[in-house]
């Protein structure tokens, strides 16, 4: 009696990760806050229409508010990126267009929770000086163990 024939590779993991290059993760970035400056921009539109005085307190000159608009900034950044790629999987426009993707450290896609924290984790001050050097790997990786990998080469097994 003849044994079924099977192929000896057919139970091997083919998952080969490459990260995304240093140039590429700037791009992200620099694409990143171009969307998210707009959307702020249209968002501010908004509360003017609602109330216009909202908008007087944010453009304050004193030191204390100064630093309160700035921090609200760097939460909004982190939840705007957060929900983002929790919607797409690991992608953002920037990532979209320079053809990345955040993925977790085996090379499975995050999940929902993961891409949140990935943009909670943005709000930190400074955290964007800590994707400096090569291979880049910022906090928000580090933290939530991810990567940002380039797509067209890498493998994954999904």
Request: hydrophobic share 45%.
């Amino acid at each position: 009696m003849d044994a079924p024939s099977t192929h000896l590779l057919t139970d091997i993991e083919t998952t080969h990760i490459v990260q995304a290059g240093t140039g590429k993760r700037f791009a992200n970035y620099i694409i990143d806050v171009i969307v998210f400056y707009i959307v702020v921009f249209f968002l501010g539109m908004v509360v003017a229409v609602i109330d216009p005085s909202l908008l007087l307190w944010m453009e304050a000159t004193d030191a204390g508010t100064n630093l309160l608009s700035s921090l609200i900034s760097l939460l909004l950044y982190g939840i705007i990126m957060g929900i983002t790629e929790a919607i797409t999987g690991g992608r953002s426009l920037g990532k979209l267009i320079t053809g990345t993707r955040a993925v977790n450290a085996d090379g499975s896609p995050v999940s929902m929770q993961t891409a949140f924290w990935r943009g909670l984790c943005r709000a930190v001050p400074f955290e964007a000086f800590s994707a400096l050097g090569a291979p880049s790997y910022p906090w928000h990786d580090k933290w939530t163990n991810t990567y940002v990998i380039d797509i067209k080469q890498s493998v994954l097994n999904q």
